[in-house]
């Protein structure tokens, strides 16, 4: 057996405002529910910043967003290796052969090699990208950088 259902607003003809209280202005527009998106936060006052104070970078300006694939390098510089490479071979994170110091930056949770300082010891350094200064430095001590390239497949050599 169908039922037949009704609209209700045929059950409230003779109601003057339909179930929505007294007055034309309640139900109509935005202004019966405060305005429209983030009406009544605060923006422009200081009554009800509270409630959005949670909510990140609400407040202020922060510019534009790049479009495309952004790479963000985890950087080291020379003069790091140079002050450290005992501890990094003493913990087996590098090792030396024939007085050449054999470095792999990813395993060491770097991509990216930058010149700083100068460079005094022979080096043989794995990484994704290096700088060309980093890149002279090396080479200018005797040593070598081999680039196996970045995530985009391409292997960068400078900043």
Do not use: P
């Not at 339909?18 to 983030?38: L, T, V």
């Not at 930056?105 to 043989?124: E, H, S």
């Amino acid at each position: 057996m169908t039922v037949n259902k009704r609209k209700k607003n045929t059950r409230q003809r003779g109601g003057r405002w339909h179930g929505w209280g007294r007055g034309h202005a309640h139900h109509k527009g935005a202004g019966n529910r405060g305005g429209r998106g983030n009406a009544g936060t605060g923006k422009r006052s200081d009554h009800n910043k509270r409630k959005i104070y949670t909510v990140e970078n609400y407040f202020g300006k922060f510019g534009f967003r790049k479009k495309g694939q952004i790479i963000h390098f985890r950087v080291v510089n020379t003069d790091y290796l140079e002050k450290n490479i005992d501890r990094l071979v003493k913990e087996k994170k590098a090792e030396l052969k024939n007085g050449v110091y054999n470095v792999d930056l990813i395993k060491i949770g770097y991509d990216k090699l930058l010149a700083k300082d100068k460079v005094k010891r022979k080096f043989n350094i794995t990484c994704i990208a290096a700088s060309a200064g980093a890149k002279e430095k090396i080479e200018a001590a005797g040593g070598s950088i081999k680039l196996l390239g970045n995530t985009a497949g391409e292997a960068e050599t400078t900043e």
